[in-house]
């Protein structure tokens, strides 16, 4: 089966806005899209590298673009994170507001704070 395009998934979700530099040049499509998610949400705050090390120990990894939008749970109010493809100092992020919706690179934090959500999807 054929993988949409990264225009593809971004249409689907309507979003009220996307970060012009979330382009399949800067995201170039992976091998394979994962189906299989788990939403991880630490009650503190917590690094990049911390995130994905728990993520790890669940034989888990943080998704990539494709597979943050290939995600069919999310409940449109949490801040969630993909820290499986990285573009510059900057990672995708699903985030809403009152105005909509919109899919937008946020910096790479030293540390997140306890309002982001993390999406992972197995490493098998």
Wanted: some cysteine.
């Amino acid at each position: 089966m054929k993988q949409p395009t990264l225009e593809q998934l971004i249409a689907k979700w309507k979003f009220s806005a996307v970060n012009p530099k979330i382009t399949a040049k800067n995201f170039p499509p992976p091998k394979e899209i994962k189906t299989d998610f788990k939403l991880y949400h630490f009650n503190y705050g917590i690094s990049s590298e911390d995130a994905i090390k728990e993520m790890k120990k669940d034989g888990y990894r943080s998704v990539n673009l494709y597979e943050l939008l290939s995600w069919k749970d999310w409940n449109k109010r949490d801040l969630v994170v993909a820290l499986g493809q990285v573009e510059g100092d900057s990672v995708p992020c699903l985030y809403r507001h009152d105005a909509g919706r919109d899919l937008l690179l946020h910096w790479c934090e030293d540390v997140w704070n306890v309002d982001y959500r993390f999406l992972g999807t197995t490493t098998e």
